[in-house]
């Protein structure tokens, strides 16, 4: 699919509002708002089950600066596999900054095609960056993500970003999630993109729960 435009009267506008949010009407976070603890996500849905969890590099979780993260591999009957990175914020917006755009050269890889795909979400399909990129040993991969705040979604980082900027203003109980999903592109990036694709029609469920907390706050 071809890659998304973002809507820049939106932005400009979102700017606007988050600019003058922020001058006129300024607060504090509310004191001791609920957080998710995106580790309380299950090690099976489906057919899918845990294959092994992803230590993350120190100064990775230092950029981060997330308040729950998990990067954990899954695996089908098939043999298909799905690597799934989690991190959940509560507060912030420059920490979101380490994305695949940008970590994946890092780790020597070339992106060699970028779009948008769709993955489940709240019961429906939602847009998500999708991504190939080849390592320097020639293998291929497949990655696809997008961001996530109770059952909003948002695939475009600078939108994400705005919206937490206006979320300074108007506080948003859910927090924001970076939902990152990798698979090694064994056949076609298809096949990878629809493992993938399974993956969250049964994963998908699972993690909302866990980073909608909003519930919990009213409660």
């Known amino acids: 699919m071809a890659h998304r435009t973002p809507n820049y009267t939106v932005v ?10 922020s001058i006129a009407f300024a607060r504090r976070p509310e004191p001791n708002p609920a957080k998710a603890d995106v580790t309380a996500i299950p090690q099976q849905a489906g057919d899918w089950m845990l294959s092994h969890e992803e230590p993350l590099d120190t100064n990775v979780v230092a950029q981060l600066k997330a308040d729950s993260f998990v990067d954990r591999w899954y695996v089908n009957p098939q043999g298909q596999q799905v690597q799934l990175l989690v991190v959940y914020r509560r507060y912030g917006r420059r920490e979101f900054a380490h994305r695949p755009e940008l970590c994946f050269p890092a780790a020597g890889y070339t992106i060699s095609k970028k779009g948008t795909t769709t993955l489940s979400w709240a019961g429906s399909d939602v847009p998500a960056v999708h991504m190939t990129a080849t390592a320097k040993n020639g293998a291929n991969t497949n990655i696809a ?10 695939e475009n980082f600078i939108q994400q970003q705005l919206w937490m900027a206006l979320e300074r203003v108007i ?11 990798q698979s090694p592109t064994v056949t076609t990036p298809e096949d990878a993109m629809a493992a993938q694709q399974d993956f969250m029609r049964d994963f998908a469920p699972q993690i909302e729960r866990i980073i909608t907390t909003d519930a919990q706050t009213a409660s």
């Open 12 to 21: 400009i506008v979102m700017m606007v509002v988050a600019l003058a949010g």
């Open 145 to 154: 993500y997008f961001f996530a705040s109770g059952k909003k979604t948002e």
């Open 171 to 181: 506080p948003n109980k859910n927090g924001w999630t970076f939902i990152r999903l």
